[in-house]
Every structure is written in structure tokens, then in C-alpha cells.
């Protein structure tokens, strides 16, 4: 049975230093890069579900932020200055 992943770029901004560290750690688990608060994550539908519950246990809701933005397959990056495209291939998730 064939897997499909979606790439999809996050981005957060968490005010409280306890949370951010929290969400930080989470987001870096399911992320193959990424810079600061903006990382790119190749997930399935069900990891992508789990992964938005993990993150509102996280959040405070009235504070904190989080944008999950699908990016569609077909589109290629503009990389300028020393940005490198991630490996993909393979692909392997533990």
C-alpha cells in the first residue's frame, strides 16, 4: 500500500518561553528542514492530523500561533544565498 505525503511549511510564533520550547521540539520531530520558526514537513493525512492535535495540547489559543501551509506538489523553490534544497530521497520515518 502506497503512502502519500503532502509537503506542507509551518510556521509559529509562541509567546511563552516554556511553549515555544514545547512546539519548537514537536515541529523539529516531524520536520525534514527548516530555519528558526518556519519548517517544511512531508506528512501523510493521518501524521498531519496528529500532528495538529499534538500541537493545540501545546498552545495557548488566546496567545500563541501556528500556520500549516500546504505546498503543492508541483511547485519548485526559489533558493538565493547559501538556502540548499533538503533530500528526500529516500525518505524514511522512525
Same mark, same amino acid.
Given at each position: 500500500?502506497?503512502?502519500?505525503?503532502?509537503?506542507? &511549511?509551518?510556521?509559529? !510564533?509562541?509567546? !511563552?518561553?516554556?511553549?515555544? #520550547? =514545547?512546539?519548537?521540539?514537536?515541529?523539529?520531530? #516531524?520536520?525534514?528542514?527548516?530555519?528558526?520558526?518556519? #519548517?517544511?514537513?512531508?506528512? $501523510?493525512? +493521518?501524521?498531519? +492530523?496528529?500532528?495538529? =492535535?499534538?500541537l /493545540? !495540547?501545546?498552545?495557548?489559543l488566546?496567545? !500563541?500561533? /501556528?500556520? /500549516?501551509?500546504?505546498?503543492?506538489? +508541483? $511547485?519548485?523553490?526559489?533558493?538565493?544565498?547559501?538556502?540548499k534544497?533538503?533530500?528526500?530521497?529516500?525518505? &524514511? /520515518?522512525?
Amino acid at each position: 500500500m502506497q503512502v502519500s505525503r503532502l509537503r506542507y &511549511l509551518i510556521a509559529y !510564533d509562541v509567546c !511563552d518561553p516554556k511553549r515555544l #520550547y =514545547k512546539v519548537h521540539k514537536k515541529v523539529e520531530a #516531524y520536520a525534514i528542514g527548516g530555519q528558526k520558526s518556519f #519548517y517544511e514537513c512531508w506528512l $501523510t493525512k +493521518n501524521e498531519l +492530523n496528529q500532528f495538529k =492535535k499534538e500541537l /493545540i !495540547d501545546l498552545l495557548e489559543l488566546g496567545e !500563541d500561533r /501556528i500556520f /500549516i501551509f500546504q505546498i503543492p506538489p +508541483n $511547485t519548485e523553490p526559489q533558493l538565493f544565498g547559501k538556502a540548499k534544497l533538503q533530500p528526500i530521497s529516500p525518505f &524514511l /520515518i522512525i
